[in-house]
């Protein structure tokens, strides 16, 4: 008995399947819609994106088959032995102790050294000099990663001067503008890249995804179904490609709420073909087009990117050989695009930690908050690495070895 043969039980225990032309109907566990399953002799079928993918019996035929098998009598084609075990992976607790511990402290001294190279913005003509740059960057990523309001995280703020990382404190006042400022975007964005860096040695397979993060702003909306005004929390929506080892992210952009995903990947291959050297790209259906399988070919890679049910190879080409190749060798297929879903990992890891809501409500300061939370993330990746591979992450290349020469971007510390 499988995970999917549990789920199914539990299933046809809880939830109304009932059959309706030809079909049976499953209600989807997320309350997502319903779907119609079809059970023929000739091959079961079911519109999910799990069976569409394997071509194997999902949840939810096993519920259908359960269902019709209890109202018309019979055997059950499920039978329960024991309940099966999830796939468990090794925890080094040494090393994750040792991160967890020193985190915050670590964080500091690796995002100040980050901060350093970042050049000084113009001051006014009038009016009062700005802070240094590399202290205000650092002052608004402490201040994400701490996830309090400006007022609150002065203490903090006031420590990391005490600690040397920055020169100067900034009001909090100023804090919250320098949000707002579309100047800092790029900032953001570039040392959010270099953050990357240390872990190009042990990173080559890279997987796209979007999420969105809640605003405080809310929108209103027609409701078609129901014909009926509602309303609800706006969003910005992140853009991502991640490293599918250690979860880094090496290349982001935060578009509107509606933005597509798909014309978004090639924009994020180039960022991340850059600095890495990319061999495989798992992505799910929804970058499934022409545009990005030449891209990622483009780049000397192998996509392994989910088909549309409705896909055919007669566009030719590369979209033809990877179709071909998804459909004739599907296990092996299956064995490198299951690492995409580390990128819902790195989803995870960044909501849980810095929240799934960004505090501004202006949209530069929007995605400001959102580059920041990404670069929080990045840095804590880098901790983990250093207590767990042995990287001593250097960000810049100016940095001289005892012998005088260059030092190379990823030296493989001993681990201590």
């Known amino acids: 008995m499988d995970l999917r043969e549990l789920k199914a039980l539990e299933l046809a225990a809880r939830y109304k399947i009932a059959f309706d032309r030809g079909a049976w109907v499953v209600p989807s566990q997320s309350g997502n819609g319903t779907y119609r399953v079809i059970l023929d002799a000739a091959g079961d079928s079911c519109p999910c994106d799990d069976f569409q993918l394997h071509l194997k019996a999902c949840k939810h035929i096993h519920a259908a088959r359960l269902v019709r098998e209890r109202d018309h009598g019979g055997k059950s084609p499920v039978v329960v032995d024991e309940v099966p075990k999830r796939k468990a992976y090794k925890q080094v607790w040494s090393a994750y102790n040792r991160a967890q511990t020193t985190e915050k402290h670590r964080l500091q001294v690796l995002l100040a050294d980050l901060c350093r190279g970042v050049p000084q913005l113009p001051s006014p003509e009038r009016g009062q000099q700005r802070i240094p740059t590399p202290d205000m960057i650092f002052a608004m990523v402490f201040k994400v990663y701490t996830c309090l309001p400006s007022r609150r995280f002065a203490c903090d703020l006031e420590d990391a001067h005490t600690k040397g990382h920055i020169s100067q404190v900034a009001h909090y006042n100023s804090l919250q503008r320098h949000f707002e400022m579309k100047e800092m975007t790029p900032i953001l964005k570039d040392l959010l890249v270099k953050s990357a860096l240390p872990l190009r040695a042990v990173e080559d397979t890279f997987a796209p995804d979007s999420s969105g993060f809640s ?47 798909s014309p978004i990947m090639p924009s994020l291959l180039k960022t991340t073909a850059e600095n890495f050297d990319v061999k495989k790209v798992p992505a799910d259906k929804g970058y499934s087009s022409v545009e990005n399988i030449e891209a990622v070919h483009a780049i000397g890679a192998t996509p392994f990117v989910a088909f549309k049910s409705s896909a055919t190879g007669a566009s030719g080409g590369r979209w033809e050989k990877a179709f071909l190749f998804y459909m004739l060798h599907r296990e092996e297929f299956l064995a490198s695009y299951h690492q995409r879903s580390n990128v819902e990992s790195t989803f995870s890891m960044v909501k849980a930690k810095f929240g799934d809501h960004v505090r501004a409500k202006n949209d530069v300061a929007m995605a400001n908050e959102v580059y920041c939370k990404l670069l929080c993330h990045n840095i804590c990746c880098l901790i983990q690495s250093q207590c767990e591979l042995g990287i001593e992450p250097i960000f810049w290349q100016d940095e001289r070895t005892e012998a005088g020469g260059p030092r190379d971007i990823l030296p493989l510390a001993r681990p201590s």
Do not use: C, L, P
């Open 215 to 261: 605003v405080s702003r809310f929108v209103r909306w027609f409701d078609e179904k129901y014909g009926v005004q509602r309303s609800g929390k706006d969003w910005v929506k992140v853009h991502i490609m991640t490293g599918t080892r250690t979860n880094i992210i090496t290349a982001a952009e935060v578009h509107g709420r509606d933005a597509n995903d």
